[in-house]
Nanobody, 121 residues
């Protein structure tokens, strides 16, 4: 089994910063893409950023220049540094990862439980 555990959410004022972490654990053989999504109340879950194993990244237009995704392959961990936060960034943030388990031939997507980020004065 695999677990993705997020941390680092909370309440921050507009213009502030937060750093989210998501650690994958379990019988992991390899991880390809890791990413962050977010879902605001009443809205669909949208991609924020993702990073593949080689380090290439992609961002939603709404966060370009403010958010930075990174990963530590040795720790099976992905990070999201969020700067210049705006009220519209308020959402539950979920990490996901494309993981191949030990003894399996194919990768599957796994999701974390989500962490709340609230940007408000």
């Amino acid at each position: 089994q695999v677990q993705l555990v997020e941390s680092g959410g909370g309440l921050v004022q507009p213009g502030g910063s937060l750093r989210l972490s998501c650690a994958a654990s379990g019988s992991i053989f390899s991880i390809n893409t890791m990413g962050w999504y977010r879902q605001a109340p009443g809205k669909q879950r949208d991609l924020v950023a993702h990073i593949i194993s080689g380090g290439s990244t992609s961002y939603a237009d709404s966060v370009k220049g403010r958010f930075t995704i990174s990963r530590d392959n040795a720790k099976n961990t992905v990070y999201l540094q969020m700067n210049s936060l705006k009220p519209e960034d308020t959402a539950v943030y979920y990490c996901n990862a494309d993981i191949r388990l030990v003894g399996e031939r194919f990768r599957h997507w796994y999701w974390g439980q989500g962490t709340q980020v609230t940007v408000s004065s």
